[in-house]
């Protein structure tokens, strides 16, 4: 039987907020699959749905152990959970460190699996239209273990050193954002530019099916940040009402700025903007007030597309840009915590941000933060990436990228042109 007090309200609540984080992975396969040329578009969603069935079992086996399981304690101390909910033999009973918690723990462990899952799936944009299969299910196996379960002990488990240092992340921009846009860097580099970029133009195939999927995932967020309160109460409406309002925000100042440079506001800017600004509230939507969520928006659509802009002169083809909106966007979102957290908007802040008269103590702990994240998740998954190319084929053949990766490697087409028996050629 658990160990914790249920209220029913809270778990329906969870519940609830645990179906509309998964359905999130969909709205990114959709998201991701409209930028993608046309020969491609199945593989980009064959990657994300699968990420759904790769994590949920190393989650299971021992992942959510990793993460939420008894700290290991002694020179390990805050670094990882111990194996006492491998296979998630006495999950049922408590989650440790969490004795208020009062929903019943597997309902838990199945609201944190789908931040596992949307977290991996994230490094599917930049590795887009290059990466086998086989070589991808590896990676994301490995990776969920091996990067995202430390890193979700450090900063959700309350035995993890960051969580014990006072970092403040409401809802995964260390472990989500920042941590799936190092990833995809690292990933990046060890695999190699897709052939013809940047030289070759690669307009996005289906706009519309771009839109969307973020408008699924703007939904699913409410879903991702309202429900990190872990209770049907006030903080979860307000963390529902920040993270539209920065949706908002970046939306607008994404398209701000393509006015300004371009003359012309785009779709596709829209639904970016839209994406930088729900990425930056994510850390901060229980911390701060309501116009700062906006202002953060407002703030984080035009960095996000300023650095997006570099990436061809930095020479890493970063193909859906998982690096300029989440690691970038993570970033500032992580920081405008230490400036503008507010013990009005959440009791559980001890020091206020610098702006609001705290000082410089949460901003330090801040930047620590997201340094570990940086660091811990480009590093390891750097190796990780680098072991599995002496081991095996990361990327596709010229010949297979050419051809388009759902024929090469799926053996299917999303589109059929020119011929009713199927044997139609794919466009660009």
Known sequence: MPLVHIDTGDTAWLLACTALVLLMTPGLAFFYA?????KHVLAMLMQNYVAIAVISVTWVLVGYSWAFGTDLGGPLGGLLGGFDLTGMV?????????????????????????FAIITGALI?????????FTAFVVLIALWSLFVYAPLAHWVFSPSGWLAQFGLLDFAGGTVVEICS??????????????????????????????????????FGWFGFNAGSALHADGLAAHALLTTHLAGVGGMIGWLVMERVQTGRPTTL????????GLVAVTPSCGFIGVLPALLLGLIAGPVCLTVIKLKVRMRYDDALDVVGVHFVGGVVGVIFIGLFASHAANPAVGHEGLLLGGGGYQLGRQVVGVLAAAVWSFGVTYLIAFGLKRLMPLRATVEDEIEGLDSSQHSERAYEFGSATGMGR???
Do not use: K, Y
């Open 426 to 428: 794919f466009g660009s």
């Open 34 to 38: 409209g930028m993608v040329r046309a």
């Open 90 to 114: 006495n999950a049922e009973g408590s989650v440790p460190g969490m004795p208020g918690l009062t929903v019943p723990p597997l309902v838990f462990a199945a609201f944190q699996l789908t």
């Open 124 to 132: 599917t944009g930049a590795v887009a239209d290059r990466m086998r």
């Open 181 to 218: 846009g190092a990833s995809s860097l690292a990933v990046v580099l060890v695999l190699g530019s897709r052939h013809g970029w940047p030289r070759e133009v690669m307009h996005p195939h289906n706009l519309p099916l771009t839109l969307l999927g973020a408008g699924l995932l703007w």
């Open 269 to 276: 800017g829209a639904a970016s903007g839209a994406i930088t």
